[in-house]
């Protein structure tokens, strides 16, 4: 099984930067994607930035140019950069790690943009 702990979230003025952390542990060598989601209140659930195996990464057209997803070269940590800050980023922002067959998530840490 895996774990994921994530970190980084916080308050930001618009146009400031966070990072986010996501620390995997526990069967890491069996994860093949791991991905950044985010709810806003009253929002479903949407997928933010993805990184597999052997791919190029994915973003949301709302952050591409403005949010970077990345790897550590063991795999353990994957972090997303976000730059530029829009107050519609506002979220509580999860990790998630697909391994397995299995699907795992984070417990969330919540990021707050402001005008």
């Known amino acids: 099984q895996v774990q994921l702990v994530e970190s980084g979230g916080g308050l930001v003025q618009a146009g400031g930067s966070l990072r986010l952390s996501c620390a995997a542990s526990?069967?890491?060598?069996?994860?093949?994607?791991m991905a950044w989601y985010r709810q806003a209140p009253g929002k479903q659930r949407e997928l933010v930035a993805n990184?597999?195996?052997?791919?190029?990464?994915y973003y949301a057209d709302s952050v591409k140019g403005r949010f970077t997803i990345f790897r550590t070269n063991a795999g353990n940590t994957v972090y997303l950069q976000m730059n530029s800050l829009k107050p519609e980023d506002t979220a509580d922002y999860y990790c998630?790690?697909?391994?397995?067959?299995?699907?795992?998530w984070g417990q969330g840490t919540r990021v707050t943009v402001s005008s």
């Open positions: 998630y790690a697909y391994s397995a067959w299995h699907d795992t």
């Open positions: 526990g069967s890491t060598v069996l994860i093949t994607r």
């Open positions: 990184i597999s195996s052997g791919s190029s990464p």
